[in-house]
């Protein structure tokens, strides 16, 4: 291995990525971050990691060539990985690296000049007779040029960044007026993203699929493919979803995917990973050639998952000079990768959903990620506590799950996506289990128009967060006092958990009055206990719990903590009271609970002892007079469910009404 040291040109996850695969070549690492930049998880999974630019320069750091190249030449770096995005597609960087000695992990400059420039790459690929969207044909110097070129090539078109990709300086274009006002929002946006303000135009093709085709070539003139990936499903040219392989191809279509492809990267000699992309109407079996990405793409997981090649370790033996056909990279001629299943990844960001993706930013309150068999977790530096800052992308993690099919490894994505909780600041899960969940989607059948011809991917349920609402209430409390109480707190009054009573549960409770009741009868029962010459106690608490201080809020999962053991310590009590004229009123009305269930339930609990209710004579429920066949029917009801004794009240002992 050539490489010795490796310094990573990039942050968050791709950046955590490399330095994971870099890792276990036994390769030592370094990363560079700006001081926005400092907390951030990538800094912490490299051997070594220094700051770089100024503490008031966010991001322009991560795009400074010889800021770049000095840092690996002070800290003995032989080798620098660009990821994705940034310096990525920057031919200048290839060609200093080459020209410091510094292994560049990436195709050479030349080839990146030929290809990672759109417009160049365009050229070759009109060489290979692969066909073409018609684009401008003279450089776009200013806005009269442009307007020159969208009335030939017609509208709609698409106005397009020469360097860079993600979606950046991409704007779809329908009239002089648009175009009037895109043309430099583009140039600035490029110029931002990829530190070059040249744009493209090229005709605008309605509804087709975004299918790529992953590229692996060597610097022994070896170049192979590792099958497609569908990037259909997009937002504002932002891929949001991705699949390998493409479900809804034919495989004479998928052929001269492949074949075009490989016959761009032969043209200029490929030698490295790097993608081919494609617009495909399958409809009309027609295929678009738009661009070749020089890079690893954000999406190279899934192509991972379905043919279990590392590909940035892939990059990394290449970059070292390794042939395919070496036992390190095993890609040799006569090797044929098997395809396992289909893998779908889905970004989640810190956008708001309901707020036209707007992106948010703040502090992670509170994080739960998933996992299982078949999902992967590409993280970027997300954890409870973690700051987002609106200065950096809005990526937090690439979910991927693999399946046989695509609608399997869709429900997978959706259990995996229901698992996580993200707290402190908006995503955008509930968008893509929209997405995952249609039925178009799960066939395959995803254009790039899918979002917008499915608005209700937008329909979003309102989350209770429950969680946050408390945990925020909790600390409010904790560090300010609860304003209800300000000033009255005795310091030296505690809250006392009471415990709870010792009893073996696994032992049944001893018989009790009830067995008596069901073994003597109504009438013999009465005979016996007018005869008995002790004194039998009724324990009032569960029906005092209604009518307390408390506001008669004692819920049932309240009771049954306690009435189980009760039954087995106090077997002899004569009976419980756990119904009042006030039960129904609190159950329904306070807790939302069902008064019925709450009965139930306390009979399971004491089979043994008497259960009794407090009914008054006047109105028998509640606080106003009832029918008498109303008050019957609730005698009777409440009989059936497991009251045994009823203790008729009057407050003036007017023993007629009783």
Excluded at 206 to 216: A, F, G, Y
Aim: hydrophobic share 40%; with cysteine; aromatic share 8%.
């Amino acid at each position: 291995m050539k490489i010795t040291k490796l310094l990573v040109a990039n942050r968050g996850e791709i950046a955590i990525r490399v330095f994971r695969a870099a890792s276990e070549l036994g390769i030592p690492t370094v990363a560079l971050y700006t001081y926005e930049d400092r907390n951030s998880l990538h800094r912490y999974k490299a051997d070594e990691a220094y700051q770089i630019g100024r503490d008031d320069e966010p991001l322009r750091p991560y795009l400074d060539i010889e800021g770049v190249i000095k840092l690996a030449q002070e800290n003995g770096a032989n080798a620098i990985h660009p990821g994705y995005g940034f310096l990525s597609e920057n031919a200048t960087l290839a060609r200093r690296c080459r020209e410091e000695n510094i292994i560049f992990v990436g195709p050479r400059p030349e080839v990146m000049e030929a290809l990672g420039d759109k417009v160049a790459a365009k050229a070759v690929a009109l060489t290979c007779e692969v066909p073409l969207i018609e684009s401008s044909e003279n450089d776009l110097i200013d806005l009269a040029v442009a307007l020159t070129e969208a009335h030939r090539i017609g509208y709609p078109v698409m106005l397009k960044a020469a360097s860079g990709g993600g979606g950046r300086g991409m704007r779809v274009i329908r009239d002089d007026e648009q175009l009037g006002k895109g043309f430099f929002e583009a140039r600035n946006e490029a110029l931002n993203a990829f530190g070059d303000d040249t744009v493209f135009l090229e005709k605008f093709v309605e509804r087709p699929k975004h299918i790529e085709v992953q590229l692996v070539g060597d610097q022994h003139g070896h170049l192979t493919h590792l099958y497609e990936r569908d990037c259909s499903v997009q937002r504002r040219f932002q891929k949001v979803v991705e699949i390998a392989p493409a479900v809804d191809l034919t495989e004479s279509l998928r052929q001269r995917l492949y074949g075009y492809a490989l016959q761009i990267g032969r043209a200029v000699g490929y030698d490295n990973v790097g993608t081919v992309e494609f617009l495909v109407n399958p409809e009309l079996d027609r295929i678009y050639f738009i661009e070749v990405n020089p890079r690893i793409q954000v999406e190279h997981t899934v192509t991972e998952m379905i043919t279990g090649i590392d590909l940035i370790k892939t990059q990394l033996f290449i970059a070292s000079g390794y042939p395919l056909e070496s036992p390190e990279i095993g890609l040799g001629p006569d090797v044929v990768v098997p395809r396992m299943g289909v893998a779908v990844q889905c970004r989640i960001t810190t956008e708001d959903a309901t707020n036209d993706f707007k992106p948010d930013y703040g502090t992670v309150v509170a994080y739960r990620s998933a996992g299982g068999f078949g999902i992967r977790l590409d993280q970027g530096s997300v954890y409870q506590g973690a700051v987002i800052s609106p200065f950096f992308d809005s990526l937090l993690v690439k979910v991927s799950t693999q399946a046989p099919t695509l609608a399997s490894a869709a429900q997978k994505m959706l259990r995996t996506l229901d698992e996580f909780r993200v707290r402190g600041v908006k995503t955008n899960m509930q968008f893509l289990q929209n997405i995952v969940r249609n039925p178009d989607f799960q066939a395959g059948h995803a254009t790039v128009d899918f979002i917008k011809e499915h608005p209700e991917l937008l329909n979003f349920k309102t989350r209770l967060d429950r969680a946050t609402r408390i945990l925020n209430y909790i600390g409010e409390v904790t560090v300010n006092g609860n304003p209800d109480v300000a000033g009255r707190v005795d310091e030296r009054r505690q809250i006392r958990k009471p415990p709870l009573p010792a009893a073996d549960l696994s032992v049944p409770p001893a018989d009790g009055t009830r067995q008596k009741l069901l073994e003597l009868g109504p009438e013999a029962f009465a005979k016996w206990l007018r005869a008995e010459p002790y004194i039998h106690y009724t324990d009032t608490t569960l029906r005092d719990a209604h009518q307390s201080l408390l506001a008669t809020r004692m819920r049932t999962i309240d009771m049954l903590r306690v009435a189980d053991r009760y039954a087995r310590q106090h077997p002899q009590t004569f009976s419980m009271e756990v119904w009042g004229g006030a039960t129904f009123d609190v159950a329904l009305r306070f807790l939302h609970e069902d008064p019925w269930a709450r009965l139930t339930r306390l009979r399971t609990a004491v089979p043994n002892i008497l259960l009794q209710m407090l009914i008054r004579g006047a109105n028998g429920v509640g606080y106003k007079a009832y029918p008498d066949n109303l008050t019957e029917k609730f005698v009777a009801t409440a009989s059936e469910k497991g009251v045994d004794l009823f203790r008729i009240f009057d407050s003036l002992n007017w023993m007629k009404g009783m």
